[in-house]
């Protein structure tokens, strides 16, 4: 009885150990396989093509270039790029349009005032409303010539091409004449409010006939004298607002 059952033990202890040996070599197989799929995965992107070869993809997905491996078109390609960027310093040209564009700007101020009467002793000052102002470029080419500005010192397109700017004075006697090319203007105020003694002084119809023809300028000194006027040589420059105010006093009638 007692072989019988050692017997059983023992066997049971070979068939114990077979299963082991078994499932030892099952599980060396799994690994093996395991190994030879990963190998098989990853083989193709260790592998290289020609197209591969010339650039490696960067963590950030740009490609950084081997200089080596650069063709000689593209290295003439980057020879004449770095060329063209030390070329793109201060010495560099713009282009001729923006060169043309830029010698025909001129720059631009401004002049600005208020004009202001004498009402009487006890009201005393008031704005001059109405008041016409007037900027004529100094020295023209050749003499203005436009009749109605001599009637009316009122400036219109035209007239500010050639170089005539007016305005006039609002209730409170300010006026403002704005992007006025930088210059030297002759600037004439004439009164809406005040009287003249229908005299002019010889240095201001000199003044007059020199900047415009004849007719024009006849009907301008005309225009002047039924009021009290003033006029003033002024310099106009860039960025700047000039100021220019006058007070006429007390009408003259």
């Known amino acids: 009885m007692k072989k019988v059952l050692y017997g059983m033990v023992i ?26 799929q990963v190998t098989v995965i990853e083989k193709p992107a260790s592998s290289s093509s020609p197209e591969a070869s010339k650039g490696n993809t960067t963590k ?24 063209s960027d030390k070329n793109a310093g ?38 001059d409303v109405g008041a ?45 004449l704005d992007n006025i090319p930088e210059g030297t203007y002759l600037c004439i105020i004439r009164s809406e409010k005040t009287m003249s003694d229908l005299t002019m002084e010889d240095e201001t119809k000199n003044a007059i006939d020199e900047l415009f023809a004849a007719e024009t300028s ?6 002047l004298m039924t009021k009290k006027h003033v006029l003033e040589i002024v310099e106009i420059t860039e960025g700047e607002a000039f100021t220019y105010s006058h007070d006429f006093g007390y009408t003259y009638f």
Not at 105 to 127: A, R
């Open 218 to 223: 006849e009907n301008l000194k005309r225009h």
């Open 90 to 127: 201060s010495d560099a040209k713009p282009p001729s349009s923006l060169t043309s564009s830029n010698a025909r700007q001129t720059g631009t101020g401004s002049m600005k005032g208020v004009v202001t009467w004498q009402y009487n002793d006890d009201v005393g000052t008031k704005p």
């Open 11 to 36: 066997l049971t202890l070979v068939l114990l150990d077979v299963l082991l040996i078994t499932m030892i070599i099952e599980v060396k197989k799994g690994e093996v396989l395991t190994e030879q």
């Open 132 to 176: 016409r102002v007037a900027l004529i470029k100094w020295k023209p080419k050749q003499k203005y010539d436009d009749k109605i500005f001599g009637l009316t010192l009122a400036s219109t397109d035209s007239l500010e091409k050639q170089g005539i700017y007016s305005a006039k004075a609002d209730g409170y006697g300010n006026y403002i």
């Open 60 to 83: 950030d997905g740009g490609t950084q270039h081997d200089s080596t491996s650069t063709s000689p078109v593209d290295q003439k390609g980057q020879d004449e790029s770095r060329t």
